[in-house]
C-alpha cells in the first residue's frame, strides 16, 4: 500500500511571505466569549442541544435536509470514546463540535476517504477525527476555544496520533495555514453532505507542538498559537482531571437518541446492530 498520502506542493518565495503575513495576523483571547464555558458534553441536554445546533447550521448551508427530530447524529457518535464538545452560555450550547476516535465501525470519512484512512491505519497509527463543527457565535475565539479542548483530550486522554478532518475546500487554507493540517488525497464528492466537495486533512499530534512553535512569533501572546494551545490557562475550559478517556454513553442514552427520537436503530443492518450490541449488551435486537 502506498504510504506516501500527504500533498505537498512546492511553495513559492510569495506564497510563504503570504503564509507568514497571515499567521502573524491570527489573534486568540477572550474577548466577545466572556460567558461561554467550553466542556465536554456529558448529559442528554447537552447532547440533545449540540446536535440540535449542527443540524440548523447543516441545513442553513445545504449540507443537509431537515430532519424529522431536528437533530443531526450517526451511530459514531455512540461509540464508547466518541466526545462531543461544547461552548455553553448557561445551558445552551452555541458552539460544538465532535471527536470520533477510530472503531470497528469505522470512521465517518471512510466513505469516501478510506484508501486514506486505511494508508495511515497500515502504519500503526491511531487515528481520530473532528467533525460536526458548528457555531452561532461569529468570533474566532470561541472555535479556537473549541479546538483548544478537543487538542488537549486528543492527545493527553485519548492518546490519537493523527487527527483527521473533511472541510469544504473553501475552508481548507484556514486548516492548513493557520492549524498546520496536511492535505491527504484530492477533492472528491461528499455523500454524508449532500454531495458537497470534501477534501480530506490531517495533523500528528506527536509534531504539531514543534510546528505551531515554528509557525507562530511568541509576541504578541495573543498571536502565539504556541502560547494559547499548550501553555496559556484557559479558565473558561474545563477537562476531567483524570488523564483517561471518558465514557459518557449508555443504554439508556442509545435508547433516548436511537429509538424514542429517531428510528435510526430500527434501520440499521444487521452488522452494525451486532457491533453497537457489543456495546450496548441491555440491547436485545429488535
Known amino acids: 500500500m502506498d504510504k506516501h498520502v500527504l500533498i505537498k506542493p ?3 518565495d510569495n506564497q510563504l511571505t503570504t503564509i507568514k503575513l497571515l499567521r502573524k495576523r491570527i489573534k486568540v483571547n477572550e474577548e466577545g466569549i466572556e460567558n461561554v464555558f467550553f466542556k465536554i458534553a456529558e448529559t442528554k441536554a447537552e447532547l440533545e442541544s449540540a446536535y440540535h445546533l449542527i443540524h440548523e ?3 442553513k448551508n445545504g449540507y443537509m435536509n431537515p430532519s424529522p427530530s ?3 447524529f450517526g451511530f459514531y457518535n455512540a461509540m464508547p470514546y466518541t466526545q462531543t464538545f461544547i461552548g455553553n452560555i448557561d445551558s445552551e450550547t452555541m458552539v460544538t463540535m465532535t471527536l470520533f476516535p477510530d472503531s470497528p465501525l469505522g470512521l465517518p470519512l471512510d466513505d469516501v476517504f478510506r484508501k486514506e484512512a486505511d494508508c495511515l491505519r497500515s502504519q500503526g497509527r491511531y487515528l481520530a477525527e473532528v467533525g460536526g463543527l458548528g457555531s452561532v457565535i461569529n468570533n474566532q475565539n470561541a472555535i479556537m476555544h473549541l479546538i483548544k479542548i478537543l487538542y488537549c483530550y486528543a492527545e493527553e486522554y485519548q492518546k490519537v496520533d493523527d487527527l483527521l478532518i473533511t472541510v469544504h475546500p473553501k475552508h481548507k487554507n484556514f486548516y492548513k495555514i493557520i492549524l498546520g493540517f ?3 488525497g484530492e477533492t472528491k464528492s461528499y455523500a454524508y453532505v449532500m454531495d458537497n466537495p470534501a477534501v480530506a486533512l490531517k495533523i500528528d499530534l506527536h509534531k504539531y507542538r514543534e510546528d505551531y512553535w515554528n509557525f ?5 501572546l495573543e498571536n502565539d498559537l504556541y502560547h494559547f494551545f499548550f501553555i496559556k490557562n484557559s479558565n473558561s475550559i474545563s477537562l476531567p482531571e483524570k488523564k483517561v ?3 459518557v454513553w449508555n443504554p439508556k442514552l442509545f ?3 436511537f429509538k424514542e427520537k429517531t428510528s435510526l436503530y430500527a434501520e440499521a443492518d444487521s452488522k452494525t446492530k451486532d457491533l453497537l450490541q457489543k456495546y450496548y449488551t441491555e440491547y436485545a435486537v429488535a
Open 216 to 220: 507562530y512569533p511568541r509576541e504578541p
Open 57 to 59: 447550521i447543516y441545513i
Open 182 to 184: 496536511e492535505e491527504i
Open 10 to 12: 512546492q511553495v513559492s
Open 70 to 72: 431536528r437533530l443531526r
Open 255 to 257: 435508547d433516548y437518541f
Open 245 to 247: 478517556p471518558l465514557h
